[in-house]
């Protein structure tokens, strides 16, 4: 009978694999064997494209004359510095007694596409291979995967959309890179007195670096407007409130040109003759024209996919996305939680039949106390299918991320940081299960002479899911971590005044106190810090904070969750951004602006999120099998086609030197003060 040989992407993951199946065999070198299995590992990735020379070694000078490059046969080969570990490999996959091979690489296409090509340059034929597509590393999600693993075909797809996302990367990088700096390369390094300078360019982080210089321009450009409220301070049997004027449907200036927007004037003058004409009828009173009263229930935020894993740790803790990523994908490692490279924020229905497991282990987790055991108590797991949490059309590869209940044992082990993000984790997953908040909101509206005041006011009446939800490093007194946005125009107010409004009916005369005037000025965009980046690139290119609409997008976005961290660190790495460390704040270098100069004259495409993003949909419908690969590639070489041939024919040295200028302006004093020996 013939051997099944499991493959995995790391050794640590081989390891796992090789726990669950009782392989107490041999340690050989580069793989563990016993009687009937063998389990071995790739490192990463062991084979990669060819450079442009590995084709002719006249692709190796950069010029006009050999672009564009598109090659009809694609070149791969194995990454010398782990050539030993694929021979190893590629030995055991061709082995005569290997019946079965397992491909147990991670559960994505990335994963898939380090199998194929390692199966591709190890030439196996002949032999069953199956595919395992696992959620987490616990023993129990590693057997299941053997037990019902499908044949490798049944993933042709995604392998396909593998294949072209990496060849869209190569020859969108190779061509426009090279185009780019033949023509523009002398005028970017002349102009900053360097060294030759090769513009890098890519399908995604070309897009990125757009998204923040646009800001950082926004930002500049924007002018302050100052603006004037009026706002009324009124009694209600001791307890005192504000009125917000508003120039509603009724108000002499309706619709006047005197207003900044229907709440202030854009002069002060005019928010005086407001005063003085209200303050015409002494004393001060106002009746109430109208009054709601309602109770508001706020639901538990729906579970983390890894971009708002990432988006809230870099509000909590001021890590980046790619450290964010790579303690998850430890946690992942040590079976504390399910595959971090998700996109969706939901359980599959399957999961949720089981999920009363995940929380019972989670009683032995010391750091939320007896929250696990209350939820259990509460029962509504068992009906939780039926909410919004669980919907498998919003899953493509993966669930949610979610604590296992597992691996308990080895959190101590870990870092605080990391300590911390898993009981981040684990609060969200046990929110899902409690009720909402409930909240008892009041708005009233009173009038003075026909002029309208508009407050507001919200009282926590019943906790719910908040109870659970503050981590126990928070602060002290620090609310509840939902990271939601609240309404901004909500007062909080104690008992005393709320049992006071219960009592207000329509006509009743409160004592006016003051009228005062408030000014406000507009603010500026904000720039975007680490976590609201990948947000945006989750989202297209929109910052879209609220949770129904992101999922009405979902699937267009900019890179995928597997590739945003690191397409952010290269940014940074070939310093055309920057990051505060401190703030996670992204701001644009004056390199990174010139480079922007050069593409928004030449290839003004690549700047567009909507076109980036629709590049990625185009991967996913191939990954469906809604379009071939073949399709794919003739838009993809066709672009490139065009593109290259247009930057070739194109001539904006001149032009450029002004938007250089106009950038550099912005750069001077630090360029002045790294002279002096400051700090930049």
């Known amino acids: 009978m013939g051997k099944a040989l499991y493959i995995a992407e790391k050794p640590s993951v081989a390891q796992e694999f090789a726990k669950a199946l009782k392989i107490n065999g041999q340690r050989k070198d580069g793989y563990l064997e016993s009687q009937d299995s063998i389990v071995t590992w790739c490192v990463g990735h062991l084979v990669t494209m060819s450079y442009p ?5 006249k692709y190796k000078r950069w010029s006009f004359d050999t672009l564009p490059f598109l090659p009809r046969e694609f070149k791969y080969e194995v990454i010398p510095g782990v050539q030993k570990q694929f021979d190893i490999v590629k030995g055991l996959l061709n082995r005569p007694d290997v019946e079965t091979i397992y491909v147990c690489t991670d559960s994505g296409r990335e994963g898939e596409y380090i199998y194929r090509l390692v199966a591709q340059m190890a030439g196996v034929k002949d032999k069953k291979q199956r595919r395992v597509w696992i959620d987490s590393q616990t023993e129990e999600e590693i057997l299941r995967g053997i037990r019902e693993a499908k044949d490798l075909s049944s993933y042709d797809n995604l392998a396909n959309s593998a294949y072209l996302r990496a060849k869209e990367d190569y020859l969108m990088g190779i061509n426009f890179s090279r185009v780019l700096t033949l023509r523009y390369g002398n005028s970017v390094s002349s102009y900053l007195k360097s060294k030759y300078q090769a513009i890098a360019v890519g399908r995604v982080m070309t897009c990125v670096l757009g998204m923040v210089v646009r800001r950082e321009r926004e930002i500049r450009s924007f002018v302050k407007t100052p603006f004037y409220r009026v706002i009324s301070g009124i009694t209600l049997e001791g307890e005192k409130f504000d009125g917000e004027w508003r120039a509603v449907e009724g108000s002499r200036y309706f619709q006047s040109p005197y207003l900044y927007k229907e709440n202030g004037f854009k002069e002060k003058k005019h928010a005086q003759e407001l005063i003085d004409f209200l303050s015409t009828e002494q004393p001060l009173r106002c009746s109430v024209d109208k009054i709601e009263r309602k109770k508001e229930n706020k639901n538990p935020p729906l579970l983390f996919n890894l971009a708002e894993l990432q988006n809230v740790c870099s509000k909590l803790f001021k890590i980046s996305p790619d450290e964010t990523l790579r303690i998850t994908q430890e946690l992942y490692e040590k079976k504390l939680v399910t595959y971090p490279r998700t996109d969706a924020r939901v359980l599959s229905a399957a999961v949720s039949k089981e999920i009363y497991k995940n929380i019972s282990g989670l009683r032995n987790y010391p750091a939320i106390g007896t929250t696990a055991e209350e939820v259990l108590q509460m029962g509504s797991y068992k009906t939780i299918a039926k909410t919004r949490y669980v919907n498998d059309k919003q899953i493509t590869d993966h669930y949610a991320i979610i604590p296992t209940g597992q691996g308990l044992n080895a959190l101590n082990s870990l870092p605080v940081t990391s300590q911390r993000v898993y009981e981040t984790i684990v609060r969200r997953f046990l929110c899902i299960f409690c009720p909402p908040a409930v909240y008892q909101k009041v708005s009233l509206v009173t009038m003075m002479q026909g002029e309208k005041f508009f407050s507001s006011f919200k009282v926590l009446q019943e906790e719910g899911y908040l ?7 928070a602060r002290r007194g620090a609310k ?55 947000l945006a690139m989750e989202n297209a290119g929109q910052l879209i904070e609220d949770e129904e609409l992101r999922a009405q997008i979902k699937g267009s976005g900019i890179g ?9 660190k290269k940014l940074f790495s070939i310093k055309y951004l920057a990051l505060n460390k401190k703030t996670q704040v992204i701001t644009p270098t004056l390199l990174g602006e ?23 949909k185009g991967l996913n419908y191939v990954a469906e099998g809604s379009i071939t690969p073949q399709e794919y590639m003739d838009k993809l070489e066709h672009f490139v086609r065009i593109r290259t041939d247009q930057v070739e024919q194109s001539n904006y040295q001149y032009a450029l030197r002004q938007f250089f200028d106009a950038a550099a302006v912005n750069y001077q004093k630090k360029q002045t003060t790294s002279k002096r020996g400051g700090k930049v």
Not at 53 to 57: A, G, N, R
Not at 467 to 473: L, M
């Open 53 to 57: 020379e590995k084709y002719d070694i």
């Open 467 to 473: 109870k659970y939800a503050t981590n126990s490093f």
């Open 480 to 534: 509840a971590q939902d990271t939601e946005k609240s309404d901004s125009e909500d007062v909080s107010c104690d008992a005393q005044l709320l049992a006071a409004l219960h009592k207000l009916k329509k006509g009743d005369i409160l004592t006016v106190d003051s009228l005062d005037i408030k000014e406000g000025e507009t603010s500026p965009p904000k720039r975007y810090n680490s976590g609201s980046m990948i």
């Open 560 to 568: 995928t969750s597997a590739t945003r961290a690191e397409i952010l």
């Open 594 to 616: 010139m480079i922007f100069d050069v593409v928004n004259c030449s290839i003004r495409q690549l700047l567009n999120p909507e076109l980036t993003a629709s590049w990625e």
